[in-house]
């Protein structure tokens, strides 16, 4: 059973940072493309950031140049670095993971369970 836990998000104020981070847990074969999703109410969950385990990178538009995704391999661990925040920011993150497990011939998406990040005054 694979299973990711994110921690990190919370309350800060416009122009403030926050990171977070997000960790697999369980027995798997290997973990490709690592990612940061966020959803708003009432709006499709939207792609932040990716990383491939050869350490390329895609942010979206509205983020780049403010966020950096990282990722530690040996701890099966992937981070989100937000610098700059702005009230459209404010939004539920998921952490994903394109995770073989070792019964499976291809890797599959596993999801955090999210954590809220609101940027206010």
């Known amino acids: 059973q694979v299973q990711l836990v994110e921690s990190g998000g919370g309350l800060v104020q416009p122009g403030g940072s926050l990171r977070l981070s997000c960790a697999a847990s369980?027995?798997?074969?290997?973990?490709?493309?690592m990612g940061w999703y966020r959803q708003t109410p009432g709006k499709q969950r939207e792609l932040v950031a990716i990383?491939?385990?050869?350490?390329?990178?895609n942010y979206a538009d509205s983020v780049k140049g403010r966020f950096t995704i990282s990722r530690d391999n040996a701890k099966n661990a992937v981070y989100l670095q937000m610098n700059s925040l702005k009230p459209e920011d404010t939004a539920v993150y998921y952490c994903?993971?394109?995770?073989?497990?070792?019964?499976?011939?291809?890797?599959?998406?596993?999801w955090g369970q999210g954590t809220h990040v609101t940027v206010s005054s």
């Open positions: 994903n993971m394109r995770v073989r497990t070792w019964s499976a011939l291809v890797g599959n998406d596993y």
């Open positions: 990383i491939t385990n050869s350490g390329g990178t």
């Open positions: 369980g027995s798997f074969f290997s973990i490709s493309a």
